[in-house]
């Protein structure tokens, strides 16, 4: 698995959508899950932030840059669902073949 190197520094506090050029910079333009390229999924558009910790059950890293991940729009999606079943108990299916069959 790819290693990403946090090499930007911008100042915590900020809505976490404005750290979205920086995330694209310090995660090569990669998902963060799948490590697929903008440029071989649909582009930059088909990108967002994700929170490594749900801002849900977190919300004091809601603003935090070391908890904020560059991915792809199936992966974020797949995450949510991921956690909402871990909360709820019922994790009965495998994120890693959900996104690669939704390709």
Known sequence: MATFARRRKPPDGKPYASYRDCLRLDFSFRCAHCLIDEA??????????????????????????????????????????????RRTGKSTWNFRRMVLFAR
Do not use: I, M, W
């Open 40 to 85: 071989d999924y649909q582009g930059p558009d088909s990108f967002e932030v994700d929170h490594f910790q749900p801002k849900s059950r977190f919300p004091s890293l809601e603003r935090t840059y070391a908890n904020l991940h560059y991915c792809c729009l199936l992966c974020n999606r797949a995450s949510d669902s991921l956690t909402r079943a």
